[in-house]
Nanobody
Framework: QVQLVESGGGLVQAGGSLRLSCAASGRTFSSYAMGWFRQAPGKEREFVAGISRSGGSIGYAETVKGRFTISRDNAKNTVYLQMNSLKPEDTAVYYC?????????????????WGQGTQVTVSS
């Protein structure tokens, strides 16, 4: 089992940047593929980015491709989401999630563990 704690959210103006972190504790972090998801008010949760156990495979939602970068540091038990050129439509609660699968997915049921989320608000 793994516990996940997100941090780094906040209020930023459009065009700005934030870096989210997700610290994991418990079972060996490198045993999990990781994903970032987000949920805006009144909308369903959606996939943002994912990274395989080793970090060798990465994927993004089309809406964030070229602006967001996911990375992981298995020595620090942490996954990151660097968010640049933020837009008001990026406003949401951002969640990290861990899957015992080797590979990430945009299909959220494969993720067994979820953090509590961190709020990101982008003002226009």
């Amino acid at each position: 089992q793994v516990q996940l704690v997100e941090s780094g959210g906040g209020l930023v103006q459009a065009g700005g940047s934030l870096r989210l972190s997700c610290a994991a504790s418990g079972r060996t972090f490198s045993s999990y593929a990781m994903g970032w998801f987000r949920q805006a008010p009144g909308k369903e949760r959606e996939f943002v980015a994912g990274i395989s156990r080793s970090g060798g495979s990465i994927g993004y939602a089309e809406t964030v491709k070229g602006r967001f970068t996911i990375s992981r540091d298995n020595a620090k038990n942490t996954v990151y989401l660097q968010m640049n050129s933020l837009k008001p439509e990026d406003t949401a609660v951002y969640y990290c999630a861990a899957s015992e699968s080797s590979w990430y997915s945009d299909y959220d049921p494969i993720y067994e563990y979820w953090g509590q989320g961190t709020q990101v608000t982008v003002s226009s």
